[in-house]
Structure formats: structure tokens, C-alpha cells
């Protein structure tokens, strides 16, 4: 029941996190084509545009974690399986939730203290050192926004695993916090089927 | 301290625990042990300014020109082209296969992404034309680790970050040991076709009025390339700015190539935006450990340690070399070089070595690790494309190019000319 409904929620985190990727590609690709007009501006004109560094660093902060939610649903986190791929797929199920609550606790602290940068930049209306002069809590708000999105996701994909693992539901947990295989990061990488893990489940 | 640093590290990527999980664990407990100061509040600041760091704005960059590339058809007709000029050498299509890594190297920053294009494009030729396949998939999965050493390259910025070395010296350093490492892999597909004839295939018959036709397909990757490293070098651009116009030139040649399309945009934002999430994640835990190393001290302790080991700088050298061959059997390079380069650089210029030279023997140590099996990337990568067979075949296959990598090594330590030479022309 509750397992269910939370497969529903990673559904629909799963949408969210595509279209904010979708988003921050847009970002990134706005500030190629604003570096760019900066550059050929600079050479050109005796009027540069200008800024186009200071905006496109904040674009590529918020775009990348925005990106995390994306990343982790689609279990593409380094992780070395030199000895996971050895071991009995139980203990590597017990691994992906050790996972899990590491990289859980770890981003757990970065987004705590993340957010009192937020609220320090806004009580004392710190503003870049810049001629643009940004007020930086504008910029680091849309960056915690993806953190704390990227936490939230952290936290339903280690509920349900526990759930799959007190059910015994191994293969489960592989399909959503398991390393990913070859396979699947080729097809992925390249969308091309590779034609060798059909059938293989998970 | 270091022991118990070791001991962390070893565990928690033993455990295949995420390797940014790995490093930030680790520094929150070093920081909890032996710090003086809570260094975990800084964790915010920290992150926040190595997150809009300017020269890092160029990795999500020149992953997404890549991910362009890849989808704008202009890998299958350069490999065409050079096919018709190499392919007269003994090992036929082997040498297209390392001359068009080398090509494409030189517009992308990544060894992955360079072994998957080119292995995509030249796979359906082994069975074709009879080649031995081992040999084959051992030229691309050895042909795309080029893509980190020729510029622009995605690791020489890490580096360079790390170690605050300039990027564009780094670049300059790359191409001379770059050019001589595609030779020296074509040399050795050379040996072993003189050696086995039969290895080497069916021939592709080209004239000389067939060649020249083809030269017109090399012209967009050679665009790509001025537009990024020209503008560097023509004091036009930073390096991330380069990245930049490279990413709006890639989308002009797609537009012109008639692929450009939403789903086009969408599929190459979804897979630069996946892979620059994927290091930055691993490149902010660094950065922190860099900074809980530092502060307690650890980074001095080890330097210390080592220098106090009484061997010769030579001996240190061949130690440090020793440890990247093996460590990359087991890990994959990204996790490497972030973990490692905080470290062992301090040790290498304490013993008076050259931090921009050092920067181009690890580079090519990190491609040797992309071969080298039982983790080694770029065999995965080749493996997959070719989507049969065993994995053994690519491992196989790449042995003798490992044995080029080897040559490189040694090349660098007795002629660092070979690194240094270019950039000492223009700093």
C-alpha cells in the first residue's frame, strides 16, 4: 500500500526531475549563445556586452543541482563495482541502501549548510563583488531549491528501498538504487540497443 | 591520521558506496576527529563558490558540444575521410579507426565519448572487411582514452583546478605527447600486422582523386577545433568561453547538417546535463576533502612521509607511476585523479618536478587505466557498442596498446621536452 503510493511519487519525481533537466540544458545553452554574442562583442565592438562569465557561472551552479534528482533516479552516481558485481545479490542490495543513507547524510549537511549561506546572503543583502552587483541569495535560492529537491528524492528513494528490503524485494532495490550495468549505460549514452540485456531483468 | 584517512577511503569505495558520498563521509569524519574548528559549516561557502567557479562553467560545456557532435552526423564522414587516407598502411581500417580517435579527440574533452562515436561508426567494418576483431576493438578502445590527452580535455581543467596550473599551458603540453601516442599506436598496429598479415584485413582501395573529394568531410571537426582552441591560443577566449562558441558552432553545423530538431536538443541537454551532474558531484566532495586535508594537516603529513623515505626523486617517481598503474586497474579515473591529485602533486614539485609536465604523465597513466582491466571504462564502452562477443576479445586486444601507453611513460620521464617544449614558446 504505502509501497505503491511511493512508487507513484518516484513516477512523478522521475517527470520532475526530466523537465528540470530539460530546464538547466536550456540554461546552459543560453549562457553558450550570451558568452558567445560577449566574446565576438568584445572583439568587435567599443562597447562589449560583458558579464556573460558571472552570469553563466550562476547558471551552471543552479543547472547542476538541478541535475542531481536526474542523476540518481537514473542510478548514474560513480560508484567502483569492482566487488559489488562479486557478491550475492542480498548483500548488494544491503549496499545500495548503505548507499543511499551515506550519500543521504553526506548531501543531508551540504544542504543545511547550504541554506545558511542562503539566509546569511539574504539578512546581510550580500551582493556580488561585480559590477553587476547580483544579489546573491537570488541565484543561491534556485541552487538550494535543487538541493533540497535532490535531498527530498534521496529520502523516498531510501524509503522504499528499506520497504523492498524488509520484503526481501532484492532485485528491486537493484533496479532503483543498484550500480548500473553496461548495458543499460550504453543504450542510454548512445540510444542504441545494445541487444544484450534483454530478458535479464533488472 | 593517515592510516585512519586510508582505512576510510578504502572502505567506503569497497563498499561501491557513491564516490562523492565516499569523499564527503570521509571529510566530515576527519573534520569530526581531528579538527580543531568545525570545518563542516564552511561546507555551504565552500561549495557555493566552487559551484559558480568560472573555469568549471567549461566542463558542463564541452560535455554538451560533444553530446552535439555526436548527434550532428559529422563522425561517420570524417571517419570516411580518413579511412580513404590510412587505410593503405598495414592494419588497414585500424589506423582510421586511431586516426579518427585522434581527429575527434581534438573536439572533445572526453575518452568515453570519443571511444563511443568512433567505436559506433567503425564496428560494422570488422566483420565486412575480415579484420581480427580482438586487434580491432583494442585500436578503439585505446584510440578514445586520446580524448583526454589531446585538447580540449575535461581532466586537464580538473587538473589544472586542483592544482592551480594554467589550463592553457596544460592544453599547449598535451598535443605534442598526444600526436606521438597516436603514432605510437599506430606503430604497434603496424608491428603486429607486419607480424600476422592476416590480422590486418581486407584493404580499402582508394585514389588519390577519392582522397582529395574526401578532405571536405574533415572540414566541420577542423572548424570545431580553431573555433575552441584557436580562439584560446588567439588570446580571443578563455577556455571556457572557447567551450562555449564551441557549443553554438556544433549547433550551426547541426542546423546545417539538417539534424537539428527538439528531441535532438532535448536527448543532448538530458546527457550533458546527466554527465556534468555526475562530476560536479564528485568535484564539490573533492574540493571539501581538499580543504579538511589541508586544514588538519594531512596533506603535509603525507608529503612529509615520503620525502622522508630517503629514496631519490627518480625512485620516488617510478613509486608514484607504479601506484597509478595498479590503483587504475580497480578505479575508474574521474574518482582518481580527484582523490589522488590533492596528494601526490604537493609530494611531486616538493621533489622539483614540473607541475604542468606531471599534469600530462598522469594524464596519460589515467588513459592506460581506461584499458587496463578488470576496471578499465573505455573497454566497457567499446564492449557495449559492439553489444556481442566476450569481453575478453577488447581486453585481449588492448594489451599491446597498454604496452604503447608503457613506452609513453617512459618517453615523458626521459624527454619532458616532450610536454614542455610547446608551452615554453608562449610562456
Known amino acids: 500500500m504505502i509501497g505503491e503510493t511511493l512508487d507513484r511519487l518516484l513516477d512523478g519525481l522521475n517527470v520532475i526531475a526530466r523537465w528540470a533537466v530539460w530546464a538547466g540544458g536550456a540554461m546552459m545553452l543560453a549562457a553558450a549563445f550570451f558568452v558567445t554574442a560577449d566574446v565576438i562583442s568584445r572583439k568587435l565592438l567599443s562597447a562589449p556586452i560583458g558579464n556573460s562569465d558571472e552570469v553563466s557561472s550562476y547558471f551552471f551552479a543552479i543547472s547542476t543541482t538541478w541535475a542531481y534528482a536526474y542523476c540518481v533516479l537514473h542510478r548514474a552516481n560513480v560508484r567502483i563495482d569492482a566487488l559489488y558485481n562479486l557478491l550475492p545479490r542480498p548483500v548488494g542490495a544491503v549496499l545500495d541502501v548503505i548507499a543511499l543513507t551515506l550519500l543521504g547524510a553526506y548531501m543531508g549537511v551540504v544542504t543545511n549548510n547550504a541554506i545558511n549561506t542562503l539566509v546569511e546572503s539574504w539578512e546581510s543583502t550580500s551582493t556580488a563583488n561585480t559590477p553587476l552587483q547580483t544579489p546573491l541569495a537570488l541565484p543561491q535560492f534556485f541552487w538550494v531549491v535543487g538541493l533540497v529537491f535532490f535531498l527530498g528524492v534521496l529520502i523516498v528513494l531510501l524509503v522504499r528501498s528499506l520497504l523492498h528490503l524488509f520484503s526481501g524485494n532484492f532485485y528491486a532495490i537493484g533496479a532503483i538504487a543498484g550500480v548500473r550495468g553496461v548495458e543499460e549505460e550504453m543504450e542510454e549514452e548512445l540510444h542504441i540497443p545494445t541487444g544484450r540485456n534483454r530478458g535479464t531483468g533488472g | ?427
Not at chain 2, 174 to 195: D, E, K, Q, R, S
Not at chain 2, 259 to 265: C, F, P, Q, R, T
Open chain 2, 1 to 427: 591520521m593517515l592510516a585512519t584517512t586510508l582505512v576510510i577511503l578504502l572502505v567506503l569505495i569497497a563498499a561501491s558506496v557513491p564516490v562523492a558520498a565516499a569523499l564527503g563521509v570521509l571529510s566530515l569524519a576527519l573534520d569530526e576527529f581531528y579538527s580543531f574548528m568545525p570545518l563542516h559549516r564552511a561546507i555551504g561557502e565552500v561549495t557555493w563558490i566552487n559551484s559558480t567557479n568560472v573555469l568549471l562553467v567549461a566542463i558542463p560545456m564541452f560535455v554538451l558540444l560533444g553530446e552535439i557532435i555526436l548527434r550532428a552526423g559529422i563522425a561517420q564522414r570524417m571517419y570516411n575521410a580518413v579511412a580513404q587516407w590510412l587505410s593503405w598502411l598495414p592494419g588497414g581500417l585500424m589506423h582510421a579507426n586511431i586516426g579518427s580517435c585522434a581527429i575527434f579527440a581534438a573536439t572533445s574533452g572526453s575518452s568515453v565519448a570519443t571511444a563511443a562515436t568512433i567505436g559506433t561508426v567503425a564496428l560494422p567494418e570488422v566483420k565486412r572487411r575480415g579484420y581480427n576483431k580482438r586487434l580491432f576493438l583494442g585500436t578503439l578502445a585505446a584510440g578514445g582514452t586520446l580524448g583526454i590527452l589531446i585538447p580540449p580535455s575535461i581532466n586537464l581543467i580538473i587538473y589544472g583546478l586542483l592544482t592551480d596550473t594554467s589550463v592553457p599551458e596544460l592544453y599547449l603540453a598535451g598535443f605534442i605527447p598526444g600526436a606521438v601516442l597516436a603514432g605510437l599506436f599506430m606503430l604497434t598496429t603496424i608491428i603486429a600486422c607486419t607480424y600476422q598479415p592476416k590480422w590486418g584485413g581486407e584493404r580499402l582501395v582508394s585514389s588519390w582523386s577519392d582522397r582529395f573529394k574526401a578532405l571536405i568531410d574533415l572540414i566541420p571537426p577542423l572548424l570545431i577545433f580553431i573555433v575552441v582552441v584557436g580562439s584560446i591560443y588567439g588570446g580571443v577566449a578563455t577556455p571556457t568561453e572557447a567551450a562555449s562558441l564551441g557549443v553554438v558552432f556544433a549547433l550551426g553545423l547541426a542546423a546545417w547538417n539538417r539534424s537539428l530538431s527538439i528531441k535532438m536538443l532535448t536527448e543532448a541537454f538530458e546527457g550533458a546535463m546527466r554527465t556534468t551532474a555526475m562530476i560536479m558531484i564528485i568535484i564539490l566532495a573533492a574540493v571539501f576533502l581538499n580543504f579538511v586535508l589541508a586544514a588538519i594537516g594531512l596533506t603535509r603529513e603525507l608529503t612529509d612521509f615520503i620525502l622522508g623515505l630517503g629514496l631519490s626523486k627518480m625512485e620516488t617517481l617510478i613509486l608514484i607511476v607504479v601506484f597509478y598503474l595498479i590503483l587504475g586497474m580497480f578505479m575508474e579515473t574521474l574518482s582518481m585523479l580527484l582523490t589522488t591529485v590533492p596528494l601526490v602533486v604537493p609530494i611531486v614539485v616538493a621533489l622539483g618536478f614540473d607541475p604542468v609536465w606531471f599534469g600530462i604523465l598522469i594524464t596519460v597513466l589515467l588513459e592506460t587505466a581506461l584499458i587496463t582491466p578488470p576496471i578499465g571504462v573505455n573497454l566497457y564502452v567499446v564492449h557495449g557498442v559492439r553489444g556481442e562477443g566476450t569481453m575478453t576479445d577488447v581486453i585481449i586486444g588492448a594489451l599491446p596498446y597498454v604496452g604503447a601507453m608503457f613506452v609513453m611513460v617512459v618517453l615523458l620521464i626521459v624527454f619532458p621536452d616532450l610536454a614542455l617544449w610547446l608551452p615554453s614558446l608562449f610562456y
